[in-house]
């Protein structure tokens, strides 16, 4: 994508958008910095940490990673984030502003894996479900009900019988890819949820403490997701008021239930219920 391409997409983006709207504050900065004339590494430094106590890596232009090494251990070992003027490194800057406690763990679990078994070969569980997490993944705060029928991925039950819960619930986005895909939403983007809800009412600031918390290689290699067909929340689409948009199978498919993951950390054993979604 050229740069006038990227920089023209992102000035038309709607924050307000539920999947934009918790990073609305820092997407205009960013917008206005870019529209000034600002690369991604450029404006990313420009609008700076969001938390005073996070650390965050010092965003650069992407001919700063030096050939043969690879990105991650790049990051690890410098403290510095290769990025390119695109939507795709945009958005991973933007979530490392606002996560950046967990996505510092999961690229020193990255470093040590490749430190452990090399960039080359196969890539194993845990760096797979990793990069999964990273570019897909999504966070969900919502009442007990609702959780136990997304586990069961009975799409009717959580969408249509369960569907003033959601006004109960709010989904938190991680995955920078994720980000990109829904520039132009589509029906079956799905995310790959974290199978355990976050803590109620946080704001994101202890959302990214509690999911840092949660981070560790023997976690990451079970795979703790599943899937969430995302234009099938309440709200995120006009099309999914007619209970008909969930008879697509292609997007929401039955399969093997799943089973809550245990939580971590100091805020024990989360399953009850939060505020607004977002």
């Known amino acids: ?35 000034q004339g600002a ?24 001919h700063r990673l030096p050939p043969g090494e690879a990105y991650e251990s790049f990051v690890a070992r410098t403290g510095t984030v290769p990025t390119r003027d695109n939507l795709h490194d945009f958005f991973n800057g933007l979530i490392w502003q606002h996560y950046p ?11 040590t894996q490749i430190a452990a078994r090399g960039a080359g070969g196969p890539r194993g569980a845990v760096r797979d479900a990793i990069t999964v997490f990273d570019e897909n ?13 997304l586990l069961a991925r ?4 959580a969408f249509v019988d369960s569907r003033p819960l959601w006004a109960h619930a ?27 809800p976050c803590p109620p009412g946080a704001a994101m600031a202890e959302v990214d403490r509690w ?11 079970r795979k703790p997701f599943m899937p969430l067909p995302l234009l099938g929340i309440p709200g995120w689409c006009e099309e999914n ?19 809550a993951i245990p939580t971590q950390g100091a805020f024990g054993a989360l399953d009850l219920p939060g505020p607004n979604l977002i």
Request: charged share 20%; aromatic share 10%; hydrophobic share 50%.
């Open 1 to 35: 994508m050229s740069a006038d391409a990227w920089r023209g997409r992102l000035a038309a983006l709607n924050a307000q958008q539920p999947w934009f709207a918790p990073f609305a504050n820092q997407l205009h900065e960013l917008q206005q910095a870019v529209a």
């Open 39 to 62: 690369g991604a590494a450029s404006a990313l430094a420009q609008c700076g940490a969001l938390h005073d106590d996070a650390r965050l890596p010092r965003f650069v232009p992407a």
């Open 101 to 111: 406690r967990a996505k510092r763990r999961l690229n020193e679990l990255q470093a």
């Open 137 to 149: 993944g999504a966070l969900l705060d919502a009442p007990a009900a609702l959780w136990e029928a």
């Open 154 to 157: 009975d799409w009717k039950r």
């Open 170 to 196: 709010r989904l938190w986005i991680f995955g920078h890819a994720l980000l990109d895909k829904l520039v132009q939403p589509r029906k079956e983007i799905t995310a790959h949820l974290w199978r355990s």
């Open 211 to 221: 999911l840092a918390a949660q981070l560790a290689g023997q976690a990451m290699a």
């Open 241 to 259: 008021r007619q209970v008909s948009f969930y008879d697509d199978r292609s997007v929401f498919r039955p399969g093997e239930p799943a089973v």
